[in-house]
């Protein structure tokens, strides 16, 4: 069946509902783009070919996708149907399925896709889609069936009369069709509605006339039907996705004090036994060690890593930052484009000042340090293996191994050994 498959994903509109200037597949879910989701999802398909259709903006979009995937570029945003016109020429001698997914809908999961191509191979069917029962059907295509509960068409909720927009089955945007039957009747299509736009979904009316075997699977989990227009949506759906991916974390043994109040984006790694505690965000590219622990009201940003048995407490802000095993930073403390070594105990308060207000600088702290009480590490600097440095010290240089400094600007007191 796998190789039988081709999959385009529509991505050319703009973010019109969003009113924002960036495409909207790029605006994120738990600090991802919404295509990146998508894009996934289709590669744990293992399709034979995938094609996104860009339009608006197309150069931006362009960098998340994978080389493997094809891009075809649609001239002008005149429609989802234009838009797999668009797709289906980089198809060309493609035979088998095609099916068409939304940008937009970055909370699709791969069973429900499997369950829908099933059934669409098995029964051989010319088209089928995706649809969910909504309590709440505002906003999507309603799916209207005939009297014998046949499939016959979608109507848009701006096309709608009063009748149809009490329907609750949706379409979801998820269709899987026969290549030739995508093929020969998108032509057919006409821009005759509200927008004028060449709607995909008219096709679904076209085939139930000329008697093609059209038929809809259900989305069990409603969730996944979400398609993401507005940036409530967007919250919306970031919510979800936030809470599955607190809770793969939680089946991996890391402990959420407060699912509700932590925020772990995409990609995060956290170890066995590490506890977060409310009030936590977690930006991306994060790796935590295992048995950590992290807050409460930790900002952790992107590149920072956690070795294991680290104690990073609250009012901790890191970013850019390497902290070694079994090293403390407890109480009110910034750590950016540092190195900090293993068993160091930092200080409340304590500051890595990394930017002169041109660049950025790097600080280094060896191991077994201990940085005193409102110290700050004016970059760049180096602290030496099992040095000290006083509380309130400002240090404005290296300082040796097993020195103890002290003061404003910080001056060696003593050697330890
Ligand atoms: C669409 C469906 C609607 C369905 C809903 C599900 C149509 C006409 N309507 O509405 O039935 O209930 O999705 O979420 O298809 N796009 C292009 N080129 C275009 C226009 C759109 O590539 O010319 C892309 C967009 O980037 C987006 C996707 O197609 O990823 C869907 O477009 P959108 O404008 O969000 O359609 P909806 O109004 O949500
Ligand atoms: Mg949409």
Redesign the pocket.
């Known amino acids: 069946m796998k190789n039988n498959i081709a999959v385009i ?6 973010s ?2 969003m009113k924002s200037d960036m ?3 790029l605006h994120k879910l738990c600090g991802r783009a919404m ?1 990146g989701y998508v894009l996934d999802l289709v590669a744990s398909l293992k399709p034979r070919q995938v094609v996104v ?4 903006k197309q150069e931006q979009v362009r960098k998340i996708i994978p080389k493997s995937v094809k891009i075809a570029l ?1 001239k ?8 797999v016109k ?1 797709g289906l020429s980089a198809l060309k001698g493609f035979k088998g399925t095609v099916l068409v997914l ?4 970055p909370l699709l999961k791969k069973d429900t896709l499997k369950k829908l191509l099933d059934y669409h191979i098995k029964n051989n069917v010319d088209a089928t889609l995706l649809t969910a029962q909504l309590k709440k059907p505002a ?4 799916v209207i069936r005939d009297k014998y509960f046949s499939v016959c068409g ?1 109507v ?2 701006r096309d709608a009369d009063e009748v149809e927009k009490d329907i609750r089955e ?4 998820i269709m899987a069709f026969k290549k030739e039957i995508l093929d020969s009747n998108l032509k057919y299509i006409r821009p005759n509605n509200r ?1 004028k ?6 096709i679904i009316g076209i085939l139930a006339k000329k008697g093609c075997l059209v038929e809809a699977v259900k989305a069990e989990d409603l969730q996944e ?5 507005t940036g409530a949506e967007l919250a919306g759906a970031n919510f979800i996705m936030q809470k599955r991916i607190n809770d793969e974390f939680m089946q991996e043994g890391v402990t959420i004090v407060d699912p509700a109040t932590t925020f772990i984006s995409f990609g995060t790694k956290i170890g066995a036994g590490t506890v977060i505690y409310p009030f936590t965000v977690i930006e991306r590219d994060v790796k935590i060690g295992k048995r950590c622990s992290v807050g409460p009201f930790a900002h952790l940003r992107e590149a920072v890593r956690l070795g294991n048995d680290v104690t990073a407490g609250n009012f901790i802000e890191m970013v850019r930052a390497k902290i070694g095993a079994k090293t403390f930073v407890k109480h009110f403390s910034y750590i950016g484009d540092s190195s900090v070594g293993a068993s160091v105990n930092i200080g409340a308060g304590t500051v890595t000042a990394n930017f002169d207000g041109l660049k950025k600088h790097y600080t280094i702290i060896k191991d077994k340090v201990n940085i005193g009480s409102d110290t700050v590490i004016v970059a760049p600097a180096r602290i030496g293996r099992s040095a000290t440095t006083g509380a309130g010290s400002v240090v404005t240089k290296n300082v040796p191994d097993n020195a103890v400094v002290a003061g404003v600007p910080a001056r060696t007191l003593r050697k330890k050994r």
């Open positions: 994903i529509l991505a050319a509109g703009k019109t509902r495409p909207k597949v295509l259709v860009l339009g608006f649609q002008r945003l005149i429609g989802t149907a234009d838009a668009a939304y940008g937009d809908n906003g999507y295509g309603r979608i848009e909720e949706i379409n979801t945007g927008k736009e060449y709607y995909l979904t008219d039907a979400l398609g993401i227009n």
